[in-house]
């Protein structure tokens, strides 16, 4: 139930370059995307999921 | 200055007790990756923050640190309590036992002592940043460990909690990091 909202995240395009060329990136940087609001969960389900934010929810799978 | 709230920020309640998690957690107590390392760097490095983005990022994300550091210790302890000699001989933390008892102690589960040598504070916005960008991917990775380790719901939901607000730190700092580049170029200019 903890992963109803999960939207799929931001990602370029598979075989495409990345970071995406087109961006104007200049070397021997790091770069982050910058969040743009789009939705945010309930504040009971904020608190359970860890985020705000939907697109942010990223979990991990445990190895067994 | 701080006002303390007396609750957790995500709730920990572990009922059964377990040494041998208890010291892969202590890692996250103090450990080179741990939360007390987190919050003394970026409450640290704020001060000499060229920007009032960066210093009040680090402040907030290095006060949270702390309420994690606070979570980490109460696993911690709800781990040991409880915890009968010959569970901990069983799982083979006798030094801990030896020098402790059951109590949490800011250090690794080795019995290797918290240290600022874990953390930097270099002056330089760009490479401070970098190094916390650094860190929160290293604290995710080390609670990825410690849910691969971990059996009861009751610790791998905290510890998945916790891991979740590393990537949401990770994801500020980049965008702290942005800025201290926009303010770096826009010196050029003057
Ligand atoms: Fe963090």
Redesign the pocket.
Known sequence: MYYDYQTEPRRPEHGQPYPPEHQNLQLARAYVLPQTYTKAFPPEEALKQGTLFPELVMPYDKRH | MWIYEKKLQYPVRIKKPNPKMAAAILSQYGGPDGELA?SLRYISQRHHMPIPEAKGMLND?GT??LA?FEMVGSMVHQLMKGATIDQIKAAGVESWYTDHDRATWPGTGTGVPFTASYIMSKGDPIADLTEDMAA?QK?RATYEHLIDLADDPDVIDPLRWLRE??VV?FQRFGEILNKLYEWKDSKKYF
């Open positions: 987190a994300i949270e640190e994690h929160e604290a607000r590393e730190h």
